[in-house]
């Protein structure tokens, strides 16, 4: 069973960091694009960061650019997303999810956790 599992969420204040991880079961990352999507009240869910290893590249939105790093472990099925200096802006449900083709687009991806709910607020 195919299965994406997201951890790290929490509530935050401005300026403070969290880590999301992410942990896949039912297949193996290693030929993936891995990514992290939010859906903020009210707004449509919107990329954050992608990653494909095969091809090296890497995506971030530039309202995260300079403040969030993604990574992965592929030996463990495992990704997270760092994410510092955190913005009331930056309050929303985060997604993690997968797919087989080199793009960061939620109508695009194959398999998504349930999400996690990160607030900035102070």
């Known amino acids: 069973q195919v299965q994406l599992v997201e951890s790290g969420g929490g509530l935050v204040q401005p300026g403070g960091s969290l880590i999301l991880a992410c942990t896949a079961s039912?297949?193996?990352?290693?030929?993936?694009?891995i990514g992290w999507f939010r859906q903020a009240p009210g707004k449509e869910r919107e990329g954050v960061s992608c990653?494909?290893?095969?091809?090296?590249?890497?995506y971030y939105a530039d309202s995260v650019k300079g403040r969030f790093t993604i990574s992965r472990d592929d030996a463990s099925n495992t990704f997270w997303l760092r994410m510092n200096s955190l913005k009331p802006e930056d309050t929303g449900v985060y997604y993690c999810?997968?797919?087989?083709?080199?793009?960061?687009?939620?109508?695009?991806?194959?398999?998504w956790g349930k999400g996690t709910l990160v607030t900035v607020s102070s």
């Open positions: 999810a997968t797919t087989g083709l080199s793009i960061c687009d939620s109508y695009g991806m194959d398999y």
């Open positions: 039912g297949f193996t990352l290693d030929h993936y694009t």
């Open positions: 990653n494909n290893r095969l091809v090296g590249s890497t």
